[in-house]
């Protein structure tokens, strides 16, 4: 049974609330409004991708786009079950579309979680077929993108990442007026930046709601839809990580811990796990890179949260490791902006990031502050060659400045959208 056409134009014709833009990532949805790739927004559970397709739902109407024309549709809301067989999604939207001629307009369609509907894959394909259209999609894990998608719509679509929030859109969404960037970075770092949790403004409320996201992810998005057997495993590699985030872990490393708490599991049922905690975009590899000999290098790599609230939420010991959650800010960042990230090795010394894009690569040490009587952070950095971009991040306003050709920034100016270079 599916959702009557009254139910459908009710959904179509319900106002929406007041959205507060996310135009690092609206921009580039509207850049391909009306073109032929099928848009992909991927992302973490709860970073907002639902929240985004509202926005372009929003734009599209204030474009003159009429309602019926619009078929916005999540796949995680009870109202559509009934269409989560293929088959009855496709007769559902053949429907709307036969009832719905009255105009030239093309049809938007607005797929949410679209990996809950069996051989989705099909139906967006044919889609394209059945009338003019532009379509979005978003989904919750990486997998959205392999098999049969890239048989299916091999060159034919586009990947928008997404993030939760920035520092400076934290700051907008953010229910409390603060003097200082300072207090808003302090909150930021200790409750992170999904959508739903900065809007909130009492502190039990954000550490019950936090604890709700990351068991929906783990839960969800990882062991039920991987039917994972050693559930129990996979959520002591998901706190490792959590509580080494900056450190580099290796397999056998997790391994260890694991056998020292009474537990085995082989190493590749761990690096299956990491995997599908990747795939759930919980968290990020940093892999090293050997900047003479130019190659990556195996075993290890560093891994980021996707969003620092989690180790709030997650980890005991709280207000620790303040430059390793200061680091995973800055990596997150870079990514936002569009850089490829990885740990630099150079003669035995550790460049935190080699962020590079096609026409440009920076080298970044990151830092709470400069210790007294203490080179180490720049003469890292040093080992760099004159004439490449160097910079050092770090929370102390008294470090900022220029040290050999080196840049000293400020982790606030950074995060308010200062450019490297």
Known sequence: MTPSTSQAANQQSQPAPRLLNRPLYMDKLTSYLNTDFIKVITGVRRSGKSYLLLLLKEHLQNQGVPGSHIIYLSFENPENFALLEGKDLCNFLREQIQQNTENSHPYYFLFDEIQEVSGWQKIVNGLRLLCPCDIYLTGSNASLLSGELATYLAGRYVEIPILPLSFTEFKAFSPISREHDEDYLTDYLEYGGFPSIALQSSPNLKDDALKGIY????LHDVISRATVREPQILQKVALFLLDNIGNLVNTNKIANILRTSGQKASNNTIDSYMDLLENAFLFYPAPRYNIRGKEFLARSAKYYTVDLGFVHSQIARRGRNYGSRLENLVYLELRRRGYTVSIGQLDGKEIDFVAEKPDQTAYLQIADHIPEN????????????????????????????SVDGITIMHALDFLNGKELG
């Open 215 to 218: 068991n929906s992810i783990v």
């Open 374 to 401: 203490s080179q180490r952070e720049t003469d890292n950095l040093l080992a760099i060659p004159t004439g490449h971009q160097r910079f050092l991040i770090t929370n102390s306003w008294s470090d900022v400045g």
